[in-house]
């Protein structure tokens, strides 16, 4: 038996924060409570007063594995959510082969343990023709059933009406949406490409990628989920207008429930200028304003989760004109520091992150044992450090795609210490490549 006591930390769990002691032994929450004394444990961790949190489970990341792994792989990408304070991950179909059977769910999960440094889980993905694959999916082998209900990267556009009806209604499991309405989108391009030709301005990816595309697509999955019950899950929602979609409450009430990424709540239209396709991204990154309503949003309880879409690409790829660039950023490794500067701004609490990026994801997708510090549950946790700030510097970046969005800034804080299993992972700004995560267990 292996033991590991975390001492004089400020525990950041359902809710309070407390000064205690963790104490874990072979992987799993021991004892959590106040001065649980050195002499329990064979290492103990001073935390000097850190905050300790559950560890990050992020609902949403692209890894690029199988098939496009010049722009990831699990191994480095799971390295940098780590390094990010991020202990399980929910991985998306749109790789090669597409993950939208039994076989390539399972292909993944062996790679994932064999190369994973994070715990992990795969959707299975929706097409135009694998209604029987969802229909008899059984419910505890993948987080959930991603349906692009949007055209993104990757070839997996769900637009047949029909099929639509038949993944809502007989879904054995939750649900998630990437919304944006595709022919909305299509007629925007066209007007845009008139317009300038190839050379579409970044700042124009907004106007192509609609709030309007966005609030047709989102309204028909709610329209959908009322009609037939489906738990659905509202992926990265980026527009003040789709909020009206949704409704606030106790997530045990609800049927469906909403996420937005780190980078909508950081970003706005403005940047464009900038950080050019760096930025771009889909759904788009929209008005400060659309900003502002969405982080009100999630402190306010209608939106549920903060998740990443971490989606790399290369520097390269990001190099090219508008309708070439492809869409997406790499954030794992920054997504909790952007989310502390909230924190330090006033506008989300410790006790609300905790919530929307550990408790509420467990609970909403009924992952077993993890989300929060509780006796017997496993040891994913993450060591805070609200002093100490973390400049993003492409020597320290674990993706290995190479760069970040968040190049030039420099967050106030920083991630101390990551605990996988109770194994430490990520500490001294190093990751462990000997750490192995786990297959996410699900209790439905
Ligand atoms: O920006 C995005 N990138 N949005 C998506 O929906 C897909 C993702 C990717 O896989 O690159």
Redesign the pocket.
């Known amino acids: 038996m292996t033991s590991l006591l975390i001492a004089n930390a400020r525990v950041v769990n359902e809710d309070r924060i407390q000064e205690q002691d963790v104490l874990i032994k072979d992987g799993r929450i021991d004892q959590v409570g106040a001065d649980l004394g050195s002499h329990s444990a064979d290492r103990v961790l001073d935390a000097e007063g850190r905050y300790l949190l559950p560890g990050m489970i992020d609902d949403q990341v ?1 890894f690029r594995e199988p098939g496009l792994t010049h722009k990831g792989e699990i191994a480095t990408e799971s390295a940098a959510a780590v390094a990010g304070g991020i202990t399980s991950y929910f991985e ?1 179909p ?1 790789v090669n082969p597409l993950t939208i059977n039994r076989a390539a769910l399972e292909d993944k999960y062996q790679r994932a343990a064999a190369k994973s440094m994070a715990n992990f889980a795969f959707y299975l993905g929706a097409s135009n023709d694998n209604l029987e694959d969802i229909k008899t999916l059984d419910p505890t082998s993948a987080c959930g059933i991603k349906v ?1 209900m949007g055209a ?3 070839n997996m556009l769900v637009d047949n009406p029909e099929i639509l009806e038949g993944i809502f209604a007989n879904a054995p499991t939750i649900v998630v949406t ?1 919304c944006e309405d595709t022919p909305m989108i299509q007629a925007n391009e066209a007007r845009y490409r008139q317009q300038y030709g190839e050379d579409v301005p970044m700042a124009c990816h907004p106007l192509i990628r609609s709030a309007e595309a966005c609030y047709q697509s989102s309204s028909l999955a709610v329209s959908l989920a009322n009609r037939f019950g489906t738990r659905l899950h509202i992926l990265h929602l980026t527009t003040e207008k789709e909020l009206s979609l949704l409704q606030a409450g106790p997530l045990a009430q609800k049927q469906i429930t909403a996420e937005a990424c780190v980078h909508h709540l950081f970003f706005s239209e403005e940047d464009y200028e900038r950080k050019g396709a760096l930025i771009k ?2 759904p788009a990154i929209k008005k400060a304003s659309d900003r502002e309503a969405l982080l009100n949003a999630v402190r306010d309880d209608l939106i549920d989760v903060v998740a990443t ?1 971490h ?1 790399p ?1 290369t520097w390269e790829e990001k190099q090219n004109s508008y309708f070439k660039a ?4 790499p954030l794992v490794q920054h997504a909790l520091v952007s989310l502390l500067e909230h924190y330090h701004a006033g506008r989300l609490s410790l006790e609300q992150i905790v919530r929307k990026t550990s408790h509420n994801v467990a609970d909403l997708f009924q992952v077993a044992e993890r989300g929060y510090i509780r006796e017997g549950y496993w040891a994913d946790l993450t060591l805070v450090d609200l002093s100490t700030p973390t400049v993003v510097d492409q020597q320290t970046l674990y993706s290995k795609c190479g760069w970040s969005p968040f190049a030039g800034y420099l967050f106030k804080s920083s991630i101390h210490t990551t605990i996988v299993n109770g194994a430490v992972a990520f500490a001294d700004g190093r990751v462990n490549p000997e750490i192995r995560g786990k297959r996410l267990t699900f209790e439905r």
């Open positions: 692209h998306m749109n692009f993104s990267t990757g990437h991204c889909n879409d989606a690409h492809p869409a997406g950023l």
